[in-house]
């Protein structure tokens, strides 16, 4: 006999726990929708040579390649014809170029979905995870008042997620640009290194990115090393604060156009932040945000939780020069987010942050008291599920005490019965398992009041 195990790196939930991060899955789904994203959905897997834009690297090391028992037999050198996306933004950007014609610019696009990694096994790092992305990709070019409106809706996934107080740190690769070239780093290449060492700053501390930049493979002068760090560990502690941070900072570089569109862009997403309602205690400046991926051109972001910053970001992205240049002649421009929902549901859990683990989707279940009394039992089911009332009939009778016991355990709340007297008087008794209660309903009023009772409760937990 096989032993049942899932596969190492696959995050696989008792119903319970899936609930809670379906429930945290419509939210996020919910305010995408609210502010006018439409879903799309890619295949699973891409044809290899469109997804594998670039040849080489970490990236595909960590593909996984789709191959039919047919094609396995039958196959020659070289690589599979198909692969498991490893992200939602190359297919996007796939997607993008594939149907620019038939598409509306500015394009306003979520995705939601599993994708594929070989990541090495280990605690928190998954091969199958749930993305949650948005993306807003214009046609030759994207207003900056854009990269403003993806932060409010970070701010409004996480708001109404409850899972504490959070930040969400900006800032614009413009600006570290920009002070690069001041120092004389012009090579795009080594800009892009360094970038990708100070993105480690929280992981790693400023010592050690020091060492690595004064060291053989940078060999970057103690004191230009010096002046990174201090740029980057500046950090604004409110609206006006933020402001004034980026006017020092402007008198200070001098005519640099590069430092200076930074500036700019930046004092625009933070004004409109405000005007979108994002209260300031939710945003802040934070200039060692890099984002490690090289084609990040302006705008970045990373959240973090507050009181638990050791779980790292829970939402990141920022602004790209040119989606689909792999794909297409057209310059594509866009600003998006992405949430690893997977592993930010892994963390919540560990730190028992997340809520409602132990609600069942199921609200009401109908016992059965006797064989002879099926058929009213049915349809009492029926008029609850008519009613709005997520309902579970039993299909068996057995003793009352057994199934209560089934419904406190499943985490149903209400246990619905009718016997012979009830059906005689034509109302049905209802145990609350919750509030400890019991009272008799008419049949005809019994959804309104369950209804009632769930949305008090609902209520009462917002509150």
């Known amino acids: 006999m096989i032993k049942p195990r899932t596969p190492p790196g696959i995050l696989e939930l008792l119903p319970r726990e ?97 994708v594929y990694r070989g990541e090495r096994a280990q605690r928190g790092r998954f091969r199958e995870f749930y993305q949650c992305d948005i993306d807003v990709i214009g046609k030759d070019t994207l207003s900056i008042r854009h990269d403003a409106e993806v932060l409010a809706v970070i701010h409004a996934v996480f708001s109404e997620m409850g899972i504490g107080e959070f930040r969400v740190q900006l800032n614009n690769r413009k600006l570290l640009r920009g002070l690069f070239e001041s120092m004389g780093i012009t090579d795009g290449d080594l800009q892009a290194a360094i970038l990708r060492e100070v ?38 502690v409110d609206h006006e604060d933020a402001l004034a941070r980026l006017e020092t900072l402007r008198n200070e570089m001098g005519e640099h156009d590069v ?10 997403v933070l004004q409109l932040v405000r005007a979108l309602g994002v209260p300031e205690a939710a945003y802040c400046l934070n200039l060692s945000i890099a984002r490690g991926l090289d084609y990040y051109t302006g705008t970045v972001y990373e959240t973090q939780l507050i009181d638990h910053p050791q779980i790292g970001s829970i939402c990141s992205g920022g602004r790209y020069e040119n989606l689909a240049s792999h794909y297409s002649k057209s310059k594509l421009p866009g600003v998006g987010i992405s949430i690893g929902l997977t592993r930010l549901f892994w963390q919540l859990r560990e730190a028992g942050l997340v809520s409602s683990i132990e609600e069942s989707c199921v609200q009401a279940m109908v ?5 002879t009394q099926l058929t009213d039992a049915l349809d009492i089911a029926r008029l609850l599920r008519i009613g709005g009332i997520n309902t579970e009939m039993q299909m068996e009778s057995r003793k009352i005490a057994k199934q209560f016991q089934y419904a406190s355990r499943a985490g149903i709340r209400f246990v619905v019965l009718a016997g012979e007297d009830e059906l005689r008087r034509g109302v049905v008794t209802v145990k ?32």
Not at 212 to 227: C, E, N
Not at 259 to 268: A, C, M, S, T
Not at 367 to 371: F, P, S
Not at 440 to 463: K, P, Y
């Open 367 to 371: 016992a059965l008291m006797d064989e």
């Open 18 to 114: 899936q609930i809670a991060f379906q429930r945290m899955l419509d939210i996020i789904r919910r305010n995408y929708e609210r502010f006018g994203f439409l879903p799309v959905e890619t295949p699973v897997f891409e044809l290899s040579d469109v997804l594998l834009t670039k040849s080489g690297g970490e990236t595909e090391r960590q593909v996984y390649f789709v191959q039919s028992t047919g094609t396995l037999e039958k196959r020659e050198q070289g690589l599979p014809e198909l692969a498991l996306h490893f992200d939602l933004t190359v297919p996007l950007a796939r997607y993008v170029a594939e149907h620019e014609h038939a598409l509306t610019f500015p394009f306003r696009r979520y995705q939601m979905q599993r």
């Open 432 to 463: 609350d398992l919750i509030r400890e209660q019991q009272y008799e309903v008419t049949r005809e009023e019994l959804a309104d009041t369950l209804r009632v009772e769930l949305e008090q409760a609902r209520a009462l937990s917002d509150w």
């Open 259 to 268: 430092f200076q569109q930074g500036v700019d862009e930046l004092r625009e």
């Open 199 to 236: 993105d480690k700053l929280d992981k790693r501390g400023p010592a050690d990115v020091r060492d690595t930049l004064t060291g053989g493979d940078f060999g970057l002068a103690a004191d230009t090393v010096q002046r990174i760090l201090d740029f980057v560990a500046i950090r604004s």
